[in-house]
């Protein structure tokens, strides 16, 4: 296990970062590919983590799996739903993705309840009421989850009261095979959900909507096999380009996809960056200039995500005047402010809103990380940091960041890993 990481600043971080396949549609589509009983063939899937986690998951259900590099072959032909690992499950938020596959091929479900980060109260009642309001019978008390199919379900209209990523993937797959059509309302747009969609649809489902307010899904009586490739990592993208941004430098990403980073690339462009795109890379260059601060409003795609919201504080932290943001998604998504106080911020954190007043530099300190975008975050803090820096608690990190050690070597980053 790695323990810590030591970063020795300032860096300018310049070159060039080949993004890995996104963890946020790799996950769902992994999930979804339980509902087959034939091979498929993943490509651009990523080291992470959350993957592994999973894969290890599959396989103690009896799911066959083979991997090289960054392609999976998954045979989900048979499934025995005795040997759920609650350990597993505890690990991963993205574990509840496994009620809707299993109900549809077992009829019934045995679970715990998932883990994830610490991000404040995230409740599962959204796919609870997905699942009951299609018929099935459901039970959750003392933090395990017991669902039965005792008759087939129906179709329906499903209405979301507010926007869920996971609970519109949960509404997708329980409709796949449900005769006549669903109608899901007010759905989430991520482009992290239209590439399910897309994966799904070549797989012979019949799903239409995809990016807009309602998807409607017409049931069919299987789906089949297919190779499919996972869309760039849209939230490592915007990671880099902060990073090359705050320590005035110039970066080229490659293997990306800047129609889905337009928000992001808007409030870049607002701190003074020049960028340049084209279809599958995006160039940043601060012409060794300092950041200008910008305020920020997260909320649900297209707007600004909260993936991105502790990264651009740090660069609001150290940009020219004074800046606002507002986190409307995730309550205790502010971990990263204590950590960058210590480092010499100039934070002030009120409810839901961080002001910050930008200070010239930041030192380097021991600091912890306490979930994924709080570890990145104060990665890119030790590499314009003056001194040395030292993180604990990294291990967040291989969550959702592929190859991390190495990218950052080839920007000229000193820093080490430390088991």
């Known amino acids: 296990m790695i323990k810590k990481f030591i970063i020795l600043g300032p860096n300018k971080i310049e070159g060039e970062v080949k993004i890995s396949g996104s963890k946020n549609s790799a996950l769902p589509i992994l999930y979804s590919c339980l509902l087959i009983k034939k091979e498929i063939i ?9 993957i592994n986690i999973t894969l290890k998951l599959f396989k103690k259900i009896g799911i066959k799996i083979k991997r090289e590099k960054n392609i999976i072959i998954i045979n989900a032909k048979y499934i025995n739903i005795n040997y759920f690992s609650s350990n597993l499950i505890k690990k991963i938020r993205a574990s509840i993705w496994l009620l809707a596959p299993i109900l549809i091929r077992c009829k019934k479900i045995k679970m715990n309840t998932p883990g994830g980060c610490k991000l404040g109260y995230r409740p599962i009642d959204l796919h609870i009421y997905v699942l009951k309001h299609l018929g099935v019978k459901i039970k959750y008390k003392n933090n395990i989850i017991k669902a039965k199919i005792n008759k087939k379900l129906t179709s329906n209209v499903i209405l979301f009261k507010k926007k869920s990523v996971g609970a519109t993937i949960t509404s997708i797959l329980i409709s796949i095979f449900i005769k006549k059509k669903i109608i899901i309302k007010n759905c989430s747009k991520e482009p992290e959900i239209i590439d399910t969609i897309n994966f799904l649809n070549k797989c012979g489902a019949k799903i239409y909507g995809k990016g807009t307010n309602t998807i409607t899904i017409y049931g069919v009586k299987k789906l089949s096999s297919c190779k499919y490739k996972i869309l760039p990592d849209r939230i490592e993208t915007g990671t880099y380009l902060v990073a090359s941004a705050i320590s005035r430098g110039k970066i080229i990403c490659y293997n990306t996809n800047p129609n889905i980073l337009k928000s992001i690339l808007y409030k870049l462009k607002l701190s003074g ?10 160039k940043l260059d601060m012409k060794n200039k300092r950041c200008k601060s910008v305020n920020i409003i997260t909320n649900p795609y297209p707007y600004f995500p909260t993936d991105m919201q502790p990264q651009f504080t740090l660069l ?40 910050c007043y930008g200070v010239k530099k930041i030192f380097g ?3 912890i990380a306490k979930d994924l975008r709080c570890a990145i975050t104060l990665i890119l803090a030790g590499c314009i940091a003056y001194g040395k820096t030292t993180i604990k608690y990294i291990n967040h990190v291989y969550r ?13 980053i000193k820093i080490k890993k430390i088991n």
């Open 365 to 367: 300190k021991t600091i």
């Open 273 to 282: 960056a020049k960028i340049k795109i084209k279809n599958d890379f995006i």
């Open 42 to 50: 993943i490509k651009n899937i990523p080291n992470l983590k959350d």
């Open 316 to 355: 609001n932290c150290i940009s020219k005047g004074k800046s606002l943001i507002k986190e409307n998604i995730f309550k205790k998504r502010f971990s990263h402010i204590k950590q960058l106080k210590k480092m010499g911020a100039n934070i002030k954190h009120i409810n839901n809103k961080i002001i």
């Open 400 to 412: 959702g960041y592929e190859n991390i050690i190495k990218k950052f070597k080839n920007l000229k």
